[in-house]
């Protein structure tokens, strides 16, 4: 059973087969998830430095609290921003053609539900994996996640800035996850910098290769390169969310351990 990495098989798919969309099986998955990360009762952690820092007196459990409000936030935009598209004149049509293309073909739902371009990352796809990752990995991890979207959300906004017809509900919200995540980034790397004074910034991230799709001038081929990215932006919002609040509380060892939904 995987743990973040949401690996979709015929299988998998034809287990759930009742469900009606893609969404669906995403939330199934992600549930199991959840219950697993629970089972990480022995994660190794680094040293962890609380003393005073040159970024203020900001503890590390603050730090927390405020990258987890930014996900949150990130999370509600983007599930916002997805109904819109789904609801919308503007996309609606395209949108659900894509699914129900999907139920016409399993391995074609397979091939793109698995192509996210963060999935290149070495995440733990077992409780065993998890267990042998170090908090300040995990904070790795999270930072590469978020700083492989600063590029597509950059790109995303120019195009629905340009495109006829695209609504203001979807283009605000857009720029609100693009400025929220320069955010976030910015905070991923103050913890790190307290865990871990003097660690040098990782220069290699997953490198979004959608661009070319996204400002095609075949219509079902942008809307397409739409519809990939907003489902690949909501399962890496979910797992920097998850990952958040499960090191937050290796931290402080709260009552957010103990519930699923924390």
């Known amino acids: ?61 603050d730090l927390f609290d405020h990258a987890i409000t930014l996900s949150q936030t990130t999370s509600a935009l983007t599930t916002e921003m ?90 605000s919200r857009a720029k609100g996850v693009e400025t929220i995540n320069s955010e976030l980034l910015e905070n991923i790397m103050t913890i790190l910098s307290k865990i871990h004074p003097g660690l040098k910034e990782n220069e290699t991230y997953p490198v979004w290769t959608d661009l070319a799709s996204l400002q095609a001038a075949d219509e079902e081929c942008h809307f397409f390169a739409l519809y990939k990215l907003f489902y690949c932006l909501r399962v890496d919002t979910y797992t920097i969310d998850l990952y958040l609040k499960y090191l937050r509380c290796l931290l402080v060892k709260g009552d957010i351990c103990s519930s699923l939904e924390f």
């Open 1 to 61: 059973m995987v743990i973040v990495k949401l690996k979709f098989t015929e299988k998998t798919i034809g287990s759930f087969g009742s469900m009606t969309n893609e969404c669906d099986y995403y939330w199934v998955l992600l549930l199991l998830s959840v219950s697993n990360l629970l089972q990480w009762e022995n994660v190794t952690c680094a040293p962890i430095h609380e003393n005073k820092t040159e970024q203020g007196d900001v503890s590390l459990k």
């Open 82 to 171: 997805r109904k819109l598209f789904f609801s919308d004149g503007f996309s609606a049509n395209m949108f659900k053609k894509f699914v129900l293309d999907f139920f016409k073909d399993k391995m074609y739902m397979i091939k793109i539900l698995n192509s996210c371009h963060t999935f290149s990352l070495n995440t733990p796809e077992t409780v065993e994996e998890a267990r042998d990752i170090s908090f300040e990995d995990f904070l790795k991890m999270i930072l590469s996640i978020v700083h492989s979207w600063n590029n597509p959300l950059h790109h995303l906004v120019t195009e629905l800035g340009g495109m006829k017809g695209a609504p203001d509900a979807i283009l």
